[in-house]
């Protein structure tokens, strides 16, 4: 499938509005080394377009797991829930950071599904996360 088109003026302004950091992982692309991508909250694949309130900024990791995912299972209750929206819900209300700060615990059904669906505390992202918090540049405030 060919990618829609998206002007760098609407790139620039959902970069801005995202504070340069990953909708999912928070992770900012000074710490990653590469840039992060315009993400289709809601995938091409499943109705998607490329308007400004259907992107957002995900890093490499989170979208290549995301793919053209829009619900996944909460381990905790069984039940097939919608991912976290980061354009449109509030971060806060569906994830925390471990005591330790390296990895992103969901506190809603759709915080653990996004965790899962994402593997957003894969092995390598975790080790990173271990290495930035030495660094004190993570977790995000």
């Given at each position: 499938?060919?990618?829609?088109?998206?002007?760098?003026?609407?790139?620039?302004?959902?970069?801005?509005?995202?504070?340069?950091?990953?909708?999912?992982?928070?992770?900012?692309?000074?710490?990653?080394?590469?840039?992060?991508?315009?993400?289709?909250?809601?995938?091409?694949?499943?109705?998607?377009?490329?308007?400004?309130?259907?992107?957002?900024?995900?890093?490499?990791?989170?979208?290549?797991?995301?793919?053209?995912?829009?619900?996944?299972?909460?381990?905790?209750?069984?039940?097939?829930?919608?991912?976290?929206?980061?354009?449109?819900?509030?971060?806060?209300?569906?994830?925390?950071?471990?005591?330790?700060?390296?990895?992103?615990?969901?506190?809603?059904p759709i915080g653990r599904a996004t965790v899962i669906a994402l593997r957003m505390?894969?092995?390598?992202?975790?080790?990173?996360?271990?290495?930035?918090?030495?660094?004190?540049?993570?977790?995000?405030?």
């Amino acid at each position: 499938m060919k990618r829609p088109y998206i002007s760098k003026t609407l790139i620039n302004k959902i970069r801005t509005k995202a504070k340069e950091r990953c909708g999912y992982c928070q992770a900012p692309p000074h710490l990653l080394a590469v840039k992060l991508e315009i993400e289709h909250i809601i995938p091409l694949a499943h109705g998607g377009n490329s308007t400004e309130k259907k992107l957002w900024l995900s890093c490499p990791s989170c979208n290549l797991y995301k793919g053209s995912k829009i619900k996944a299972i909460d381990p905790q209750s069984n039940k097939q829930v919608s991912l976290y929206n980061p354009r449109n819900q509030k971060r806060s209300d569906h994830f925390k950071w471990s005591k330790d700060g390296t990895e992103i615990v969901g506190v809603t059904p759709i915080g653990r599904a996004t965790v899962i669906a994402l593997r957003m505390n894969n092995e390598l992202s975790v080790a990173a996360r271990r290495f930035w918090v030495l660094l004190g540049e993570f977790p995000p405030g």
